[in-house]
């Protein structure tokens, strides 16, 4: 089994930044690319950005130039920093991560719990 913590969600005013982090835990042989993702009320879940073993990432259009994600491999983590919030980035933030499991190594992709964030005009 495999276990996906998110911390780091919260309150914030308009202009402000929050950092999400995402931790991975459990039978873990590699994980290939994790990335966070964000449901809005009364909208689908989104991609927000993505980031392979090798680091290369990708954003969706409306966070670029204002979120940076990041991993620490050797920590199972993966980051979201969110600077220049603002009110429609209010959502709840999932991370998820295709992992490789041991010892079987098949890959299937676990979800996190979600964390709310919530950014006031």
């Known amino acids: 089994q495999v276990q996906l913590v998110e911390s780091g969600g919260g309150l914030v005013q308009a202009g402000g930044s929050l950092r999400l982090s995402c931790a991975a835990s459990?039978?873990?042989?590699?994980?290939?690319?994790m990335g966070w993702y964000r449901r809005a009320p009364g909208r689908q879940r989104d991609l927000v950005a993505t980031?392979?073993?090798?680091?290369?990432?990708n954003y969706a259009d409306s966070v670029k130039g204002r979120f940076t994600i990041s991993r620490d491999n050797p920590k199972n983590t993966v980051y979201l920093q969110m600077n220049s919030l603002k009110p429609e980035d209010t959502a709840v933030y999932y991370c998820?991560?295709?992992?490789?499991?041991?010892?079987?190594?098949?890959?299937?992709?676990?979800w996190g719990q979600g964390t709310q964030v919530t950014v006031s005009s």
């Open positions: 459990g039978n873990i042989f590699s994980i290939n690319t």
């Open positions: 980031i392979t073993s090798g680091g290369s990432t």
């Open positions: 998820r991560s295709e992992v490789i499991l041991s010892p079987t190594q098949v890959s299937y992709n676990y």
